[in-house]
């Protein structure tokens, strides 16, 4: 049975993401070695792991909890020098519906823990859904950067493929 | 503010996803060139596209209506020999939270309409949300295929990519 009534889908936290990153913490680079990033899975979910530690990759699913929304369809990042991009050509979390979708390498698993390398959430984030990445279905070599200019957004994007907060 | 009541999330249908693939249909094999795939967004999402047509690539967020639930949590693929999988290490669309994630193709966008490669969505599938997928942050050229035997099922994933329908 599907959580359907009219257009209005209903989704349940299976887990919470876990990061050096809090919440209030004040935009600065941090040291994530020292960090740990991690899922806890909840427990009654623990089998649907079964062999996901195979994967380079996965996909985690999550629900941006922490953001102010305010329906805005054109955004500006500051650190794109503020062109104008609309919501949907963009990663920004203030979206129509609030969910993040990060690829993260998979440490180990241990019991209900997924240790992974950085994710750029917060810790405490709900988390939605794993996925494994998978070569053929996901891994695009002839992908781009969009309107992003790759030169001089290489160093950022870093920042947020290892979960490190940095001013924008 | 969030949609958020405890570990619950609500989220809107924002679009449909139309496929020459019907809920109905006999799997059997389509010339999907001759098919049309597209994404109809709400009109009142439509500024949110701006320069979403940079991008070679976009993932398609979507909620799957189609599928009977049981929550279980080792599911055995039958082209995969029927070798036990956890749900989270599988694309089943049968998961906790019925999210389907596909990389499609942006070949041209009018208005609100994304005219798309093949995605394995059934007709009028409720769409969740739109992302780029950019190169450094969601290429990644060391993926690897997991517990899914490579040389086996480069043909079927290849059907997935393309949206053919085909027995499983």
Same mark, same amino acid.
């Given at each position: 049975?599907?959580?359907?009534?009219?257009?209005?889908?209903?989704?349940?936290?299976?887990?919470?993401?876990?990061?050096?990153?809090?919440?209030?913490?004040?935009?600065?680079?941090?040291?994530?070695?020292?960090?740990?990033?991690?899922?806890?899975?909840?427990?009654?979910? +623990? @089998?649907?792991?079964?062999?996901? /530690? #195979?994967?380079? %990759? !996965?996909?985690? &699913?999550?629900?941006? *909890?922490?953001?102010?929304?305010?329906?805005?369809?054109?955004?500006?990042?500051?650190?794109?020098?503020?062109?104008?991009?609309?919501?949907?050509?963009?990663?920004?979390?203030?979206?129509?519906?609030?969910?993040?979708?990060?690829? +993260? @390498?998979?440490?180990?698993?241990? /019991? #209900?823990?997924? %240790? !992974?390398?950085? &994710?750029?959430?917060? *810790?405490?984030?709900?988390?939605?859904?794993?996925?494994?990445?998978?070569?053929?279905?996901?891994?695009?070599?002839?992908?781009?950067?969009?309107?992003?200019?790759?030169?001089?957004?290489?160093?950022?994007?870093?920042?947020?493929?290892?979960?490190?907060?940095?001013?924008?």
């Amino acid at each position: 049975m599907n959580d359907v009534s009219g257009n209005l889908f209903v989704l349940n936290s299976i887990g919470i993401i876990h990061s050096p990153n809090k919440n209030k913490a004040p935009h600065q680079t941090l040291d994530n070695d020292q960090g740990e990033f991690k899922i806890v899975l909840d427990k009654k979910f +623990v @089998k649907g792991l079964h062999l996901l /530690d #195979n994967f380079n %990759y !996965i996909y985690v &699913i999550y629900y941006l *909890d922490k953001v102010m929304r305010d329906n805005k369809m054109i955004i500006s990042p500051p650190w794109a020098n503020q062109q104008d991009v609309g919501v949907f050509a963009s990663r920004s979390p203030n979206r129509p519906n609030p969910i993040g979708i990060s690829v +993260v @390498k998979v440490k180990k698993i241990i /019991d #209900n823990i997924i %240790y !992974i390398s950085g &994710i750029d959430a917060f *810790d405490g984030t709900p988390l939605l859904d794993i996925k494994p990445y998978i070569d053929q279905l996901d891994a695009k070599s002839d992908a781009n950067y969009g309107w992003v200019n790759k030169e001089d957004n290489e160093n950022h994007l870093a920042l947020h493929i290892q979960g490190i907060p940095h001013k924008h």
